[in-house]
């Protein structure tokens, strides 16, 4: 967007409802894929729980089959298995006591029973050629049997809706083992072969119930971040209007005298200090309000929330932070930008000193080594060039390379008409030329930010500071081989 349609579209009255429809938008997009996320967890859940049952069955059934069966007495409940067609089905005990074996299917269906009445949890133990009418399959066992056997999972979970409303449906196939083969072998059954398998059907509200909590906290979380960041941008359009505003009246102004605009210009610039640090001061409010609410919900009610919830939470607080040290990078370009040179002679040798005291941690860190030449004096506005300096001299000690110690050579040459050549040199890890035209851009990188730390505006205000003194600033580097700044500045003459 051109400076010219900027202030078109801040003239309007309905500026800010365009971002605020983007942002609606984008978090509405998000509250969606966070609510299939949560709806997903349901499944996983239920699957997690459906499992554990079966494989409880499972082992249940191979320590009866291990066993050759196990025999109680017989009752009005235990009668004798019809369907277990073997010798040895009912016994007499030595006290005359009549017992009955009970097999794997048999029992399965008793703990079935009990199962369903306990919790409603519904076991089905079928087959495809059944002896016993109630091992019959349904349709559904059948296709989920047919589906298994084609190959893919061991088993099927199904969300289905019956007269009770939602319930799921799962559902492994039973394979014949050699323990299997003992009452069986005569039904010619073969090893490893599917006769049928097991499901289970259970209601689906409780697990969908036990996720409620975290999607009310999601709901309300999207709409607290859509409140702050919309008070933000409506803030922040707001102020922009009235400073469009403002330097529109005094650039009509100036247009009346030389000494009317040199006045309106020097009250503009005042005005856009004024605005950056308004801006600055407003925009960082709101952020220590969402860094200083994580917290509190972290204390507080991190019990309430999930690893993920907390996750979430650390990472606004991680966002809001990087957000905060944005605004002050921006706020220190502008003020670079629009504060008043105060040229003096500064001796370079004196002011490097004083460089390398800030940066003694660091170095102290990287173990890093700066050699400085003879600098001389440059006429120049002493604080500004501290800083180039410090950003400079910072980021060869911050990019240096893995297991080489860092090493910054600052050494000065002579130049003609009344200027002199500075030259920042590292032996660190360097860059590719094509991106020169990049680097000294605000809030430009080379690298991901967890590689190294900071913003992407230091070398936006080196090279800020070096046109306010009407020099030149490039670099010249190779990847893995350093890289080397050049300053031309004025040079002072006494």
Wanted: charged residues 25%.
């Amino acid at each position: 967007m051109t400076e010219c349609s900027l202030q078109k579209y801040l003239a309007r009255r309905g500026c800010r409802f365009l971002p605020l429809l983007l942002l609606a938008l984008v978090v509405t997009v998000s509250a969606v894929l966070n609510y299939l996320n949560i709806r997903s967890h349901a499944n996983q859940m239920a699957l997690h729980y459906a499992e554990g049952i079966s494989q409880l069955l499972l082992n249940t059934r191979t320590w009866n089959a291990q066993h050759g069966g196990v025999y109680v007495p017989i009752t009005a409940k235990d009668q004798p298995n019809p369907y277990l067609q073997i010798p040895h089905r009912d016994l007499v005990s030595q006290e005359g006591l009549r017992l009955t074996m009970i097999n794997p299917a048999y029992m399965t269906r008793q703990i079935g029973e009990i199962t369903r009445r306990q919790t409603g949890l519904v076991i089905h133990i079928f087959s495809r050629q059944p002896l016993n009418p109630l091992n019959a399959a349904d349709p559904w066992e059948l296709a989920s049997l047919d589906a298994l056997e084609q190959g893919g999972k061991n088993w099927r979970l199904d969300l289905q809706r019956d007269a009770e409303g939602a319930v799921f449906r799962y559902m492994i196939p039973l394979r014949v083992e050699e323990s299997c083969l003992t009452c069986h072998a005569r039904d010619g059954y073969q090893l490893g072969e599917s006769r049928g398998g097991i499901s289970l059907t259970f209601p689906a509200e409780p697990h969908f119930a036990i996720l409620r909590s975290q999607k009310m906290m999601m709901f309300f979380g999207h709409l607290l971040g859509f409140l702050v960041v919309g008070a933000v941008l409506t803030l922040l359009l707001n102020r922009l209007r009235q400073q469009w505003r403002a330097m529109e009246k005094v650039l009509s102004e100036q247009e009346k005298t030389i000494a009317q605009r040199t006045l309106k210009l020097e009250r503009s610039n005042a005005e856009l200090r004024d605005f950056a640090q308004i801006a600055s001061h407003d925009l960082q409010e709101p952020l220590r309000t969402i860094v200083s609410f994580g917290n509190r919900l972290l204390l507080k009610h991190s019990a309430q929330l999930d690893d993920k919830g907390r996750d979430y939470l650390r990472r606004i607080e991680k966002a809001a932070t990087r957000m905060g040290h944005l605004i002050q990078d921006l706020l220190d370009y502008s003020r670079v930008a629009s504060q008043e040179q105060k040229l003096t002679p500064v001796d370079l040798n004196a002011l490097l000193r004083e460089v390398l005291e800030d940066l003694e941690q660091r170095r102290k860190e990287c173990d890093g080594r700066v050699e400085i030449a003879s600098l001389g004096s440059v006429n120049a506005d002493r604080n500004q060039l501290h800083r180039l300096f410090l950003n400079l001299i910072g980021n060869a000690l911050k990019f240096h390379q893995e297991g080489v110690r860092p090493l910054v050579r600052v050494s000065r040459q002579e130049l003609g008409n009344g200027r002199v050549r500075l030259l920042v040199e590292d032996n660190g890890i360097g860059f590719d030329e094509k991106y020169l035209d990049r680097i000294f851009r605000p809030f430009q990188r080379l690298h991901l930010r967890g590689q190294y730390p900071g913003t992407g505006m230091g070398l936006a205000i080196c090279k800020k500071i070096v046109e306010n003194h009407h020099g030149e600033l490039y670099a010249r580097s190779q990847p893995g081989e350093g890289t080397t700044f050049t300053i031309i500045l004025p040079r002072w003459e006494p």
